[in-house]
Antibody
Framework: QVQLQESGPGLVKPSQTLSLTCTVSGGSISSGGYYWSWIRQHPGKGLEWIGYIYYSGSTYYNPSLKSRVTISVDTSKNQFSMKLSSVTAADTAVYYC??????????WGQGTLVTVSS | EIVLTQSPATLSLSPGERATLSCRASQSVSSYLAWYQQKPGQAPRLLIY???NKATGIPARFSGSGSGTDFTLTISSLEPEDFAVYYC???????????FGQGTKLEIK
């Protein structure tokens, strides 16, 4: 059974960089065919896909966040990470990591709330 | 970029009734359409993938249908635990990104 767990600070100051890590267990992050994704949900709102890193290392980001987001992978630790720069209060959200396949996302982390505030 | 529009925004029904939720895409997504259920404080749970395939452990009362631009999630007879928010999602070939619908809240009448 694949499990994902987000970790990182729950509070980030405006203009700083939000950094989160997702630890994958029960399967190798290097396994072919998966899109290791970050998704967020603003309080009381819907889901917003942030981006993914494919098992090959290629990345794709939501155009609305592309200039501020970077996703990377550390296969030695079976982890992938996200950095979102120049955050504002509008980036306050629950952030989920998830495993995607061609047309859907099958495993999700429990989510972590990140608040942007001074 | 493909936009997914879900309707209705809110659906008020009673246990035992049939629920029909709609998801319309701004352009064809073939059959790469998934449905998720989300309860308060929980991560979304995959219900249906590739428009009509049930994910592991999903009860038989859930079914998905459709292709192209129009998709439907049907819950044949609502159980109390089915009242939640439902999202549809697609992944386009180009740009190669996922998008979600805005959600349908299924509430107890």
């Amino acid at each position: 059974q694949v499990q994902l767990q987000e970790s990182g600070p729950g509070l980030v100051k405006p203009s700083q960089t939000l950094s989160l890590t997702c630890t994958v267990s029960g399967g190798s992050i290097s396994s072919g065919g998966y899109y290791w994704s970050w998704i967020r949900q603003h309080p009381g709102k819907g889901l917003e896909w942030i981006g993914y890193i494919y098992y090959s290392g290629s990345t794709y980001y939501n155009p609305s966040l592309k200039s501020r987001v970077t996703i990377s992978v550390d296969t030695s630790k079976n982890q992938f990470s996200m950095k979102l720069s120049s955050v504002t209060a509008a980036d306050t959200a629950v952030y989920y990591c998830a495993r995607g396949v061609t047309g859907y996302t099958d495993y999700w982390g429990q989510g972590t709330l990140v608040t942007v505030s001074s | 970029e493909i936009v997914l529009t879900q309707s209705p925004a809110t659906l008020s029904l009673s246990p035992g009734e049939r629920a029909t939720l709609s998801c319309r895409a701004s352009q064809s997504v073939s059959s790469y359409l998934a449905w998720y259920q989300q309860k308060p404080g929980q991560a979304p749970r995959l219900l249906i993938y590739d428009a009509s395939n049930k994910a592991t452990g999903i009860p038989a009362r859930f079914s998905g249908s459709g292709s192209g631009t129009d998709f439907t999630l049907t819950i044949s007879s609502l159980e109390p635990e089915d009242f939640a928010v439902y999202y549809c999602q697609q992944r386009s070939n180009w740009p190669p990104m996922y998008t979600f619908g805005q959600g349908t809240k299924l509430e107890i009448k």
